[in-house]
């Protein structure tokens, strides 16, 4: 027999959420079995799966010890290295980060430490922000992703409630996200609003965007700004309405501009002389357009922040 409390980070979560983290050996199958035979209880009564946890709810499993893995030591992980981060803002619920070009996100199938997200962790390890020892279900996570060779802001959630709440911000569409591209040709327009549906091709890692609706398609939306011209390309930015995969290479690339460097939506082979190994993009600037209770947050509502622009790589080929 063993017992949980639920602590600030676990708080919130149904009951089968929180436990498919906090005992991880156990088959989901015999889990949803386990509540239904009272082998799993809340506060000494019967459990739903759906039940929402609240701060010190004890949580009793009568299930076999095997069940439940052993905490790594960080001296393993998180202690040997040595974080690397451009920090843009943070206070005790989030960081951004400006994350450059040529480092992912998360990890892949070929594993790594070079990771935002595990950089993130170390470095909240090191500030004793973070003890995944202690932690039962939470981890520092990043609440948006970037392309591996894309550049610009990332929000890292430093406990569970922020993240619960940023994740339903961008879901809510209550973030404006900004970038910068450079992109072949010169645009019809000073400024426009492209509209369209993408659908995600997951096993070619790309995207379809057509005019008409079509199965399986989302509405894209993108807003772009004209800010200069130089030797017959173009310097934009771009305003994601909606924030699909690969939306404003693909968008850009269905109306005959597609990114410099872009290999995957256009081609790069004259440009990979010229410097552009990567499609030209950075995510520059972010700002919170909370329109609905904020918890935890609500302090960043109309806030705005940006990268010093004199990180975005390719702005020298536009001055």
């Known amino acids: 027999m063993r017992k949980l409390i639920i602590g600030k980070n676990d708080a919130g979560q149904r009951l089968d959420k929180f436990l498919t983290k906090a005992v991880k050996g156990l088959p989901l199958s015999l889990l949803y079995k386990d509540i239904r035979t009272k082998k799993i209880k809340v506060n000494g009564a019967r459990a739903k799966e759906n039940q929402i946890l609240l701060p010190g709810d004890e949580i009793t499993l009568f299930i076999r010890d095997e069940f439940f893995e052993k905490?790594?030591?960080d001296d393993n992980a998180l202690s040997r290295i040595r974080p690397k981060l451009s920090i843009v803002y943070?206070?005790?619920?989030?960081?951004l980060l400006n994350k450059r070009p040529g480092v992912l996100v998360h990890e892949d199938v070929e594993g790594g430490e070079n990771t935002l997200v595990?950089?993130?962790?170390a470095y909240l390890y090191g500030k004793g922000e973070y003890d995944p020892v202690a932690e039962q279900s939470f981890a520092p996570a990043l609440c948006n992703r970037i392309d591996r060779n894309t550049g610009g802001i990332v929000i890292a959630a430093k406990n569970a409630e922020a993240l619960r709440m940023m994740n339903e911000k961008i879901r809510n569409n209550e973030i404006s996200k900004?970038?910068?591209c450079a992109v072949k040709g010169k645009m019809p327009k000073p400024a426009d609003e492209l509209r369209g549906y993408l659908r995600k091709d997951s096993d070619a890692n790309m995207v379809k965007i057509a005019e008409k609706p079509f199965p399986g398609?989302?509405?894209?939306?993108t807003r772009y700004r004209v800010l200069a011209e130089k030797n017959g390309n173009s310097l934009l930015e771009v305003e994601l309405v909606t924030g699909r995969t690969h939306q404003i290479r693909a968008h850009m690339a269905f109306i005959g501009h597609p990114l410099l460097g872009d290999g995957k939506y256009g081609v790069n082979r004259q440009e990979r002389g010229l410097?552009?190994?990567?499609?030209?993009?950075?995510?520059?600037?972010?700002r919170f357009d909370f329109t609905k209770e904020s918890g935890v947050l609500a302090y960043l509502k109309g806030k705005s922040f940006s990268i010093d622009e004199r990180e975005v790589w390719f702005l020298k080929d536009f001055t």
Request: charged fraction near 25%; avoid cysteine; aromatic fraction near 12%.
């Open 71 to 73: 905490p790594e030591k």
């Open 90 to 95: 943070e206070d005790e619920n989030i960081l």
């Open 118 to 121: 595990l950089h993130v962790k």
């Open 178 to 180: 900004f970038y910068l």
């Open 217 to 221: 398609a989302k509405t894209a939306i």
């Open 275 to 286: 410097g552009y190994k990567h499609q030209a993009l950075y995510a520059v600037r972010l």
